[in-house]
C-alpha cells in the first residue's frame, strides 16, 4: 500500500514531534503493508511554513534514518497547501512541492468554508499542468451541507482524498456519513491516513480498505489503491468502477488527463 498524505516528517509541524516519533510511524506503517509515504506537512495554515527545501531535506535524512534502521518504507516529498491569496505566486516562487514529484498537489481548504476564489484556483493550477488533490473535504463543514460544490471543484479537475480515520468513525458520525457519501457518488479518488503519531493518530489503511471492499466491492479497493500507486508513478488514474453515481463531467476529466499527460 502507498499513503499519499502523512505528517511524518519530525519537529516541523503537528505530526512527528521528533525523529524517533517519525521511526515509530514508519515502523507502524511497515506492520501495515505500507511500502511509499509522501510526508505532505502542514505548509502557509496560520501556524506553520515548510517551504520546499526544508521539506527536501528532511525526507532525505528521514530515508537515511530508515534505512540505516531497517525500516521497509520510503519517503517521498509533498506538502499539504493550505489555500491562501499567494499559492500562485508561491509556486513561481518555488516555494511548494507536489506530491512525489508528480503532476499532483495537495490543497488543504479550512475547516469552516470553501474558499471563494477556490473554483479559479483550481482551474489556474490545471491550466499550469497541476492537479489538485483536496484534502479530506468530509471534514469541511460547507462541503457536507452542499456537496454539490465539491462536484463542481471536481467537473473543473480537482480530485478528492478522504481520509481513513473519518470512514470509520474516528471524527464522529457525521463526518463518517459523509465520507461514504462522497465515496459512494464517486467523488473520492484517493484514500489516505493523515497519519500523525503511531499511537494517537495512525495509519488505520489496512482496515479502511477493508471496510471499503466490504460496502463497495473489491474493485473500488483496486481502483483507489491503484490510483494513490499512479500519484507516486506520475500518472493518470483509471476508470471509475460502476457502482458510483457521479454528477461529474467524465468527459471534461478525460479531456484534461489527455492535455496534461501528453505533455
Known amino acids: 500500500m502507498i499513503d499519499i498524505h502523512t505528517h511524518i516528517l519530525p519537529g516541523i509541524d503537528d505530526g512527528a514531534a521528533s525523529i524517533e516519533d517519525a521511526l515509530d510511524l514508519a ?7 505500507i511500502t511509499a509515504l509522501i510526508a505532505t506537512p502542514h505548509h502557509a495554515n496560520g501556524t506553520y511554513m515548510n517551504p520546499a527545501g526544508g521539506v527536501i531535506r528532511l525526507v532525505d535524512e528521514l530515508n537515511e534514518r530508515l534505512t540505516e534502521s531497517g525500516i521497509p518504507v520510503s519517503v517521498h516529498t509533498g506538502q499539504e497547501i493550505r489555500v491562501h491569496d499567494d499559492l500562485l505566486d508561491a509556486w513561481h516562487r518555488h516555494e511548494l512541492l507536489t506530491m512525489a514529484g508528480s503532476k499532483f498537489v495537495l490543497l488543504e481548504m479550512p475547516s469552516s ?9 483550481v482551474h489556474e493550477l490545471a491550466i499550469m499542468g497541476l492537479l489538485p488533490v483536496i484534502a479530506h473535504p468530509e471534514r469541511n463543514a460547507e462541503v ?11 467537473d473543473l479537475g480537482a480530485y478528492a482524498q478522504v481520509t481513513t480515520h473519518s470512514l470509520l468513525g474516528g471524527f464522529g458520525k457525521r463526518i463518517e456519513q459523509a465520507s461514504w457519501e462522497f465515496l459512494k457518488r464517486g467523488n473520492i479518488h484517493l484514500v489516505s491516513s493523515d497519519a500523525h503519531h ?3 493518530r495512525g495509519f ?21 489503491q491503484a490510483n494513490a500507486a499512479n500519484v507516486l508513478e506520475d500518472k493518470p488514474f483509471g476508470e471509475q468502477p460502476p457502482m458510483a453515481v457521479s454528477s461529474a463531467s467524465k468527459g471534461a476529466v478525460k479531456k484534461l488527463w489527455s492535455a496534461l499527460f501528453a505533455r
Do not use: F, N
Request: no cysteine; glycine share 6%; aromatic share 6%.
Open 27 to 33: 515502523r507502524a506503517a511497515s506492520q501495515e503493508g
Open 113 to 121: 468554508r470553501i474558499p471563494k476564489g477556490m473554483p479559479d484556483l
Open 144 to 154: 457536507v451541507q452542499h456537496p454539490e460544490r465539491l462536484e463542481e471543484l471536481i
Open 198 to 200: 503511531a499511537l494517537r
Open 204 to 224: 488505520r489503511m489496512r482496515e479502511a480498505y477493508a471496510a471499503i471492499e466490504r460496502t463497495m466491492g473489491a474493485s473500488w479497493t483496486a481502483y483507489l
